[in-house]
């Protein structure tokens, strides 16, 4: 080997150190669809600090990211969060705005309650602005027994709106997740998805969409594919988790391949967030994750 070749490739070499991670994860695999892993789920390969996760992800090919307790972290920890991702090409996804699992919120009629979720959602814009993000998760809170179905319909409807009137000017976007009432959540006012689509509808704003989580809207009511086409001018967001059990897909009975294949060719450019857990522990857990998506986006 002469000088000219040594050097010209040892320069080569170390521009690809500095070449940034998903740069060079892109060479070696290209996924269809914005797949958002989130903190946790890689923790054995990527350690325990948050930027090495991220840049572990964007090694294996992720292109987004999606973290429900963004709001919760400290200004630092966003700001590094952000700065890693910007560095790395990835999309930020939904982190949570708004959600109670206890309290009647949005379908209800107390005004403190009210007055409390359209302050969590001007929060919410500063952390949005903050991390870049586009999206965040609203979950109406719980249904009211003491008072009519369309009363609480309405009621919700008329807060959506006045958090859209927050939302709008900064072009961000809250997604409404409906959640299943047979395994995981009794009592939550939304619960399926020509309800989430209705009300999306009435609100008719372009800052109010539907979270499409297929491990609920799997237990709650099937038909995934048919009810993702009649929603799909509502929807912003979709999350992942195969049913029973809520892991990778392939762990379940939904057919992922499928669905992945129907979304991509709907033409959806968004998010798709990985909210479930790891079938297996440890690292060759992690991997059997990656392996899993590897798999489903094969069509």
């Known amino acids: ?4 070749t040594f050097f010209a490739g040892a320069a080569a070499a170390v521009a690809a150190m500095r070449m940034p991670r998903a740069a060079q994860a892109g060479s070696r695999r290209s996924f269809k669809l914005k797949y958002a892993p989130h903190f946790g789920m890689f923790r054995h390969h990527g350690g325990k600090d948050l930027i090495g996760q991220l840049e572990y992800a964007a090694d294996q090919g992720f292109t987004a990211w999606e973290d429900n307790g963004m709001k919760r972290r400290s200004l630092d920890d966003q700001r590094r969060i952000a700065k890693t991702m910007e560095r790395l090409d990835m999309t930020m996804g939904v982190f949570v705005a708004a959600a109670t699992f206890k309290e009647v919120t949005f379908a209800g009629e107390d005004r403190a309650a009210r007055e409390k979720v359209l302050e969590e959602i001007r929060q919410s814009v500063e952390v949005a602005k903050r991390v870049r993000a586009k999206w965040m998760t609203v979950v109406p809170g719980l249904y009211d027994r003491k008072l009519h179905w369309d009363y609480q319909t309405a009621n919700c409807i008329e807060l959506l709106k006045r958090c859209c009137e927050i939302l709008e000017p900064h072009g961000l976007v809250m997604v409404l997740e409906p959640l299943n009432h047979h395994t995981n959540h009794p009592g939550v006012f939304l619960h399926e998805s020509p309800q989430a689509y209705m009300i999306c ?5 372009p800052s109010c969409k539907i979270l499409f989580d297929i491990y609920h809207q799997q237990i709650t009511e099937g038909n995934l594919i048919p009810n993702i086409d ?7 967001y979709f999350q992942v988790g195969d049913n029973p059990g809520r892991k990778e897909p392939g762990t379940g009975e939904i057919n992922y391949r499928n669905v992945f294949r129907f979304i991509h060719g ?8 990985m909210e479930h857990g790891n079938s297996q522990p440890g690292p ?3 991997e059997a994750v990656i392996e899993a998506y590897v798999e489903a986006d094969r069509f």
Do not use: L, P, T
């Open 1 to 4: 080997m002469n000088r000219r």
């Open 201 to 205: 509808r009435a609100v008719d704003s």
């Open 230 to 236: 009649r929603c799909w001018d509502e929807i912003g």
């Open 266 to 273: 709907k033409g959806f450019q968004g998010v798709v967030g």
């Open 284 to 286: 060759s857990g992690e």
